[in-house]
């Protein structure tokens, strides 16, 4: 079993070890999932799919939970952050 | 034997926790056709989710082999949107979309945490206490960093073990239920000797850590992130440096398919008849959405459902002496974790409520219902659907949810356009 994943976040290259979600990479690259309505930084809150602070686009498709969505090789993940 | 088609289930259960695994077990061991369905991957739900690195419990893992000796159809990645008519449920995934059938249909839609507004708590880092736990078995470095753990309920403290043994430094835990409501719930557990040593054991592994009761979180402070904390008792307080607030008021139950759906709902749980049917003819409800009364409860709760959805009365029925026990536990939780009124206090007039919105409290003010802040705000128009701010919004002003409307989770364009389509083919079958 591959002991890493490598993805894109906003166009930097991050490594991930295998079951990690999108949201850990995104915190792992050091960047925020989205800005809210009146442009402040959010990530995730209730880490299970609810609350929808998390969303980011993956591989073009907008608003996926990044919480629930685990990386997989070759991902391209944008936030709005 | 197997009596349905492939598409369609004699007992479909919606949420593969440990109340719908449970209840799918059950229903499928007299070989009738049983369908899983839950919004995550995996099965077990929020208690049992499985971390990267290490096994599930004993029970987790006896509960899922279960479901693959007895061939129950697992649909994971799946969340329910829908119900055109009865008998029928539109799912969603990341790519797809499924049209699901059924005879009976088992709601085990579990809880989540009820968050409260304060002034900071949208800062990236202010995270759910089981949200946090969730972070971390999905790989989330958290060794070395500092943790405060706040809020009410069981849950904080398990979320702390857990976060000290993956080497995170809690700084405090915060409880906002006082000394001696907490030893009161103590004394109530006397008669459940597991509860006692899950107790015991908790109290070994979180040794050292200050906690402290009838204290809350009065603020989070930072710039574009988490950096410090204010917790209060009410008349002292204190800042402290920290890099995550984990913080949850207790579990608020899933009930908006339930909602849907038809099922009565009293002081926001879904009623349930000795064999856990709800009102409606054929729904089953069992674990959180009918009150919250954790693992036990739930197990025993899934598996009266899944037996009655079976139509094996006899053996359900053997079950009720379990499930009253873990009942009374479930009161006990419910007196001991109620929420202190000086909570309602904490949003101050620019503290954002309705987090998909940004709707201040301040905003929500002059409003006298859910619905009219609905309409003049957008308070719980965002894509949660007032899931976080709409159990804030029941305590801080006393309002209720009281209505759901499909799509009952935020579906695709494409997937609204199949509802349309499998109403027009056949009309007469829609009121």
Redesign the interface.
């Known amino acids: 079993m591959r002991n890493e994943i490598a993805l894109k976040v906003n166009g930097t290259h991050i490594v ?6 999108v ?2 990479a995104v ?2 690259a050091g960047q ?2 989205r800005k ?3 442009g ?14 998390c ?1 980011v686009a993956i591989n073009g ?1 907008p ?2 939970r990044s ?4 990386c997989e090789e070759g991902m391209d993940v944008r936030t709005n952050g | 034997m197997a009596s349905s088609t492939p598409d369609g289930f004699d007992v479909l259960v919606v949420g593969a926790g440990p109340a719908g695994m449970a209840a799918a077990v059950r229903a499928a061991e007299c070989g009738i056709c049983v369908g899983i369905v839950d919004d995550n991957a995996a099965v077990g739900g929020q208690i049992w989710r499985k971390s990267a690195e290490e096994d599930v419990t004993e029970d987790a893992k006896s509960w899922a082999d279960c479901l693959k000796a007895r061939q129950v159809t697992v649909l994971g990645g799946m969340h329910v949107f829908d119900q055109p008519e009865p008998g029928i449920l539109l799912a969603e995934s990341s790519d797809n979309r499924s049209v699901l059938h059924y005879e009976k249909l088992v709601l085990a839609t579990g809880a989540r945490e009820r968050f409260l507004p304060f002034p900071g708590w949208t800062l990236p880092n202010v995270i759910g206490a089981g949200g946090l736990q969730a972070m971390v078995k999905c790989r989330l470095p958290i060794r070395g960093k500092r943790v405060v753990v706040a809020g009410t309920g069981p849950l904080l403290l398990a979320v702390a073990a857990y976060l000290k043994a993956h080497g995170a430094e809690i700084l405090k835990i915060c409880e906002q239920a006082s000394w001696l409501t907490l030893l009161r719930f103590a004394t109530s557990l006397l008669t459940q000797p597991a509860k006692i040593w899950q107790g015991i054991q908790l109290s070994q592994q979180l040794g050292g850590i200050p906690f402290l009761t009838s204290s809350w979180v009065a603020a989070a402070h930072g710039d574009k992130m988490l950096e410090a904390v204010t917790i209060t008792s009410g008349s002292e307080t204190e800042t402290i440096d920290c890099d995550y607030l984990a913080c949850g008021f207790h579990l608020v139950p899933n009930i908006e398919l339930p909602i849907l759906l038809g099922c009565e709902i009293s002081d926001g749980f879904v009623q349930v008849n000795d064999l856990q049917e709800t009102n409606v003819s054929g729904v089953f409800c069992a674990g959180e959405p009918t009150g919250i009364g954790g693992v036990e409860l739930a197990l025993v709760e899934g598996q009266i459902a899944g037996l009655a959805a079976a139509s094996r009365i006899a053996e359900a029925r053997h079950l009720f002496g379990k499930r009253e026990g873990f009942r009374r536990f479930a009161r006990s939780l419910q007196r001991a974790f109620r929420l202190r009124p000086e909570l309602r206090m904490l949003a101050g007039p620019e503290t954002i409520v309705c987090r998909c919105e940004d709707v201040m409290y301040a905003q929500l003010c002059p409003y006298t219902s859910w619905r009219s802040a609905k309409l003049q705000t957008r308070c719980g128009m965002g894509p949660c659907q007032g899931r976080v701010c709409g159990a804030a919004t029941e305590f801080l002003f006393n309002w209720s949810l009281d209505s759901a409307r499909p799509p009952v989770f935020p579906a695709r364009v494409e997937s609204l356009v199949a509802v349309r389509d499998i109403k027009q083919q056949d009309p007469q079958k829609i009121s």
């Open positions: 991930v070890p295998p079951g990690a979600t949201a850990v915190a792992l925020v999932c809210s309505a009146s402040a930084p959010r990530g995730p809150l209730c880490g299970m799919g609810i609350c929808f602070e969303r498709q608003h996926c919480c629930q969505a685990f």
